[in-house]
């Protein structure tokens, strides 16, 4: 489930400030594109539980988002130590996703 209260939305020094192997997911509950992601992701995601893996709600007003220059859904950004290693858009393979997870645990 995305996180919908931005008041729980972490801000962009303290995404900045995360240790270790970091997956943040901008999407809504209600993007078609969102949601035939969501069984790749879980997929990629089992091979890497060291993983964190934030589910943001984006749109009009989010400030994260617009941060991270999210502009279509889902976009995924893969981070080490809040530094933006990898960045993938409307993904559509598990193997892309795991590669890039791969690239984060390493890195």
Do not use: N
Request: glycine content about 10%; overall charge negative.
């Amino acid at each position: 489930m995305y996180q919908s209260d931005a008041a729980k939305e972490p801000s962009r020094a303290e995404v900045d400030a995360l240790a270790g192997p970091t997956l943040l997911e901008f999407g809504t509950q209600w993007c078609g594109w969102c949601r035939a992601a969501q069984p790749l992701i879980g997929a990629a995601l089992a091979s890497h539980p060291e993983v964190r893996h934030i589910k943001i709600e984006d749109g009009r007003g989010r400030r994260l988002g617009r941060s991270f220059r999210v502009k279509l859904w889902p976009t995924l950004i893969f981070l080490k130590d809040g530094q933006e290693l990898a960045r993938l858009v409307r993904p559509d393979s598990t193997d892309e996703i795991d590669a890039a997870l791969d690239g984060i645990e390493a890195g």
